[in-house]
């Protein structure tokens, strides 16, 4: 199937509508209700930015006929090239699609189109060479939605695609079918059944240049069973099973290194992936009294990927989870939410792989909410878990570990007045890394977590916004049996924010960012810990802009930003600690555009977003330096 193919069957789509009517449908809408049954829409587009370049364009047609059809013909071609490299990509797309949709009884879905893509790779094997995929597909499905057996409801489903194409360095020619069917059945308001099946089979045929993949088969087949009681949102009891199974085959590179194949054609292999899943779930959700919901979930997950040539990418995993949850609403403005898990987690690469391990998790979390007034809440959060890793191969590399977590937060907001609001967040967290095996204990640590940020909104004036956050973070890294080795990270920030509505079109924003980091290390001097500082750095962020409105449709935007950064390396001469080195780093920019929305017609629209930015400082490229950053687009329905 070609271009000229696929542009046909879209102009015999166009000519459906174009049929009597009594041929489409027996029950033709009045012509009254008549208005415009084809619809075609134009759009194109310009993108540029920092790195590329695109241009876009596509056509679009809808075609609505009686009875009940909706057919729809797209093209679309998208170019973009590159501002630093001599490199160019290509997308092309033209696709018909055929839609009907009788609720309750059927729905039809046909699709027939090709795509076409050209990129040039990056990796160094294949540097600037062409990756191209081109595709030609036709694919169908039906749902068909129709009681039998005394069932609630039933639906029969079948679809099929077939496929070829240019694929990077093989031809591919697929077939693939499927059919399936879902089942329910209604015992009264409390009990329901459920039930579905379904299969897939696919023959796939690869070439590469003069060898050939005959009719490699895939198939896929799935079941799935369930049931509820209960009422509502009471489940006393909800039960899951679905299993899938199946194999797929196809043409592989060695380790995918598709240029393997290229170079030698004959190194090409037949993959062939086992796959297997099947998902046990079992909960039970109850209302006991108006203020207290109780939910308990219990899944076991089975999941298995076998491969014959990729062995890397076998895996088996097995896991295991009990979740028991509470919402106890103790007040009318406060809430209590408790979550307790137990998990078991087994994952095995295989017989000579040394990463197969198993886990044991076992997790508590809290959290309350309380709102005090209308103006005051408070909200409060903890965790604590314990996560086991024993690694299945106990000899090949002693990795056994235990790994506490506890975490704390909190935040309050509160109106204290009716034009200033106070926010104050903050966390608390430590985790604890216990090596199982003696050679390891070196490495057992802990590390702590502090974090607390109170923000501060004003409102002095409708014409004036003010806001103020401080935002102070602490990482320090504990070593058990190192106290060399300890290390201490601290980031402070000032963020300070403006907004000042001089006229009603005219805004003016204001920003400035306070940065400060330092570094070091906790040591034992004179039987005393002693906090050693490495490295500060320290930073300054400036940005104001501007946006006047003009009209409805069309705004001005200026905007100006700096940044200055020093960063200091720290040490002692003569006994006292002094800057070794420095290095101050400066940079900014502006950025002057234009933005225009505007409708035409009653069916066309044009959007502009235009930008000239400039910008400087150290180890700035070239096509950085000065560029148009352009977003535009136009669309007009005929």
């Not at 699709?111 to 995929?133: P, V």
């Not at 005219?506 to 490295?535: A, Q, T």
């Not at 002057?592 to 035409?600: A, C, N, S, T």
């Amino acid at each position: 199937m070609n271009r000229k193919i696929v542009i046909g069957f879209s102009m015999a789509l166009a000519l459906i509508s174009a049929l009597p009517v009594g041929v489409r449908s027996q029950e033709a809408a009045p012509d009254s209700l008549i208005t415009d049954r084809f619809i075609p829409i134009w759009t194109s587009f310009m993108r540029s930015g920092v790195t590329d370049v695109s241009l876009g364009s596509q056509v679009q047609a809808h075609i609505m006929p009686p009875g009940g059809w909706n057919i729809s013909s797209l093209i679309a071609v998208q170019a973009k090239s590159y501002r630093s490299r001599d490199m160019q990509e290509v997308f092309e797309q033209i696709m018909n699609t055929a839609r009907k949709n009788e609720p309750g009884f059927y729905k039809l879905d046909f699709n027939l189109g090709e795509t076409y893509s050209k990129k040039q790779t990056m990796g160094l094997a294949r540097y600037g060479k062409d990756i191209i995929f081109e595709n030609e597909y036709a694919d169908g499905s039906a749902v068909i939605s129709r009681p039998i057996l005394r069932a609630h409801s039933t639906q029969f489903f079948v679809a099929g695609e077939a496929k070829r194409g240019h694929n990077d360095f093989k031809y591919d020619k697929t077939i693939l079918g499927g059919a399936g069917a879902r089942i329910t059945y209604l015992f009264g308001e409390v009990l329901s059944l459920k039930a579905g099946g379904g299969l897939m089979r696919k023959r796939e045929t690869s070439e590469i240049e003069t060898i050939s993949f005959d009719r490699m088969p895939s198939d896929a087949d799935t079941v799935s069973v369930g049931a509820v009681y209960g009422r509502g949102p009471n489940k006393l009891l909800e039960v899951k099973y679905a299993k899938i199974s199946g194999v797929t085959r196809w043409v592989t590179p060695p380790r995918g290194n598709s240029l393997e194949i290229i170079d030698n054609p004959e190194a090409a292999k037949e993959e062939e992936s086992r796959l297997n899943s099947e998902k046990l779930l079992i909960g039970s959700s109850v209302q006991l009294f108006p203020f207290l919901f109780v939910n308990v979930d219990f899944d076991h997950d089975l999941r298995s990927q076998r491969n014959k040539v990729d062995t890397r990418l076998s895996k088996e995993t097995e896991s295991t989870n009990i979740i028991a949850s509470t919402d106890y609403n103790y007040a009318e403005r406060g809430r209590l939410h408790f979550t307790a898990r137990i998990g078991d987690k087994s994952v095995d690469y295989g017989p000579t792989s040394v990463s197969s391990f198993s886990e044991n998790e076992k997790k508590v979390v809290m959290r309350a909410t309380q709102k005090i007034t209308d103006s005051l809440d408070v909200s409060l959060s903890g965790s604590v878990s314990l996560k086991q890793k024993f690694f299945k191969k106990k000899d090949a590399n002693p990795r056994d570990a235990d790994y506490l977590y506890y975490n704390l937060g909190g935040s309050v907001r509160a109106a204290l007045m009716p034009r200033i609001q106070v926010q104050i967040e903050g966390t608390m967290s430590i985790n604890e890394t216990i090596n199982i095996d003696r050679s390891l204990s070196g490495d057992n640590r802990k590390d702590y977590l502090y974090w607390l940020s109170p923000k501060i909104e004003v409102q002095p004036a409708k014409w004036l916004d003010l806001s103020q956050k401080y935002s102070v973070k602490i990482e320090y890294t504990d070593f058990v049996y190192k106290d060399d080795e300890n290390y201490l990270n601290r980031t402070t920030s000032m963020v300070t924010e403006a907004r000042f509505t001089v006229m009603r079109p005219l805004v003016f924003n204001f920003r400035h960012i306070y940065l400060m980091k330092d570094s070091g290390s906790y040591l034992m001097r004179e039987n005393d810990r002693k906090y050693n500082r490495s490295g500060e750095n320290f930073e300054h962020r400036l940005y104001l802009a501007t946006l006047y409105r003009l009209t409805v449709e069309m705004s001005i935007l200026a905007e100006v930003d700096f940044r200055t950064q020093e960063n200091n390396r720290l040490g002692f001469v003569g006994g006292d600690r002094v800057v070794v080195s420095s290095n101050v780093y400066k940079s900014g920019g502006m950025k002057l555009g234009i933005r225009r929305e505007r409708k035409f017609w009653g069916n066309g629209r044009v959007d502009l977003d235009i930008n000239y930015v400039r910008r400087f400082g150290p180890n700035i490229s070239p096509e950085r330096r000065e560029y148009w950053d352009i977003d535009s687009s136009i669309a007009f329905n005929f």
